[in-house]
């Protein structure tokens, strides 16, 4: 029995997702709201110390962080591995997990959270703005912050364009050795960055490797077009879509 607990938009929930549909595996979704911080109740929490999604719950085993939890379903269903059988080949695969973990993970958070925040800010007065900055947050507590109420400052935002950029420069460079980032065939690599490539995508900023990095703009096409990624990707599932129901905290 596989429950995960995830959120629609989340990066992290999109990756995972993925991971199980790219595996056929079925599970019972819990679907957490962020937006009424249902990912910092004392319940949650009692899942996931770190206060975020997703949480795969297999069992009486309890998994949390998304890399490790498609890690865990790869060795517990090694049915349609996302790692190669080749032990050199899985470390490349895991070292460009930790990169892509490390750099544009972070990096996108700046634009997404900009995009999130900012319009529910102009809607509290000071009093309203100060109590949801109390907020208390087992990790990430200065990243929000640092964001303050106008957002995240144009050096910010150039230093995360400029990482994702790079992040666009590696894959590109890999895409002209294998078609995949994991090598011959789809895995954990292409998993991880599919979702930041599908937010900034979202975020319209398509023409970062629209122009200039075409054998990323083939990845992307090819991976938007296999099964899973309408499973993980159903509607109201991106950052833009949700915003046109109600803000989010994420």
């Not at 890999?174 to 900034?200: C, E, F, K, N, T």
Request: proline share 7%; charged share 25%.
């Amino acid at each position: 029995m596989l429950k995960l607990f995830h959120a629609n938009h989340s990066t992290c929930s999109q990756k995972v997702r993925l991971c199980l549909a790219e595996k056929g595996l079925a599970f019972a979704s819990q679907l957490v709201n962020l937006a009424t911080n249902e990912h910092l109740m004392p319940e949650y929490l009692k899942l996931n110390p770190n206060g975020v999604v997703p949480t795969l719950v297999h069992d009486d085993a309890v998994i949390t962080d998304s890399g490790v939890i498609c890690e865990y379903l790869d060795e517990v269903f090694p049915d349609t591995p996302m790692l190669p059988s080749d032990p050199a080949q899985r470390a490349v695969v895991r070292a460009w997990g930790r990169y892509l973990d490390e750099v544009p993970t972070a990096a996108i958070r700046v634009p997404s959270f900009n995009m999130a925040f900012l319009p529910r800010f102009d809607a509290l007065d000071d009093a309203a703005f100060q109590e949801q900055q109390a907020d208390v947050r087992p990790i990430r507590k200065q990243f929000y912050e640092r964001m303050g109420r106008k957002g995240f400052n144009d050096a910010e935002v150039d230093a995360a364009m400029d990482q994702f950029t790079s992040t666009l420069v590696r894959m590109e460079k890999r895409l002209a050795q294998v078609p995949w980032l994991s090598g011959q065939a789809l895995g954990l690599a292409d998993i991880i960055v599919l979702p930041l490539v599908d937010r900034m995508d979202d975020l319209s900023f398509a023409s970062m490797w629209e122009n200039g990095f075409p054998l990323v703009t083939d990845w992307f096409t090819r991976a938007k077009q296999r099964p899973s990624f309408e499973t993980a990707f159903y509607p109201k599932a991106r950052l833009s879509e949700f915003l046109t129901i109600s803000p989010l905290r994420v």
